[in-house]
């Protein structure tokens, strides 16, 4: 995942509805809950391939890359 939105990928990791959503205070670490199957995740958050897209591609895009994957551009 490099925040780019046309590199995505699906993963189920709760079957039903997620109930909560939570960040550790340090803003590494994603936990979610289930609804009827009671499961709790943790994911790591790893923000180096979307801060190396944005130092990589500054000069091709300008300050404010993402408005490009936008229909449209900025005024999309």
Do not use: C, R
């Amino acid at each position: 995942m490099d925040g780019n939105p046309n590199s995505t990928m699906g993963l189920i990791a709760h079957p039903g509805e997620i109930t909560d959503i939570s960040t550790s205070s340090d803003g590494k670490y994603l936990m979610t809950s289930g609804g009827n199957d009671f499961s709790v995740n943790i994911w790591e958050i790893q923000t180096e391939s979307l801060e190396k897209l944005l130092i990589d591609d500054k000069e091709a895009m300008g300050d404010d890359p993402f408005p490009q994957f936008l229909e449209g551009g900025s005024d999309g």
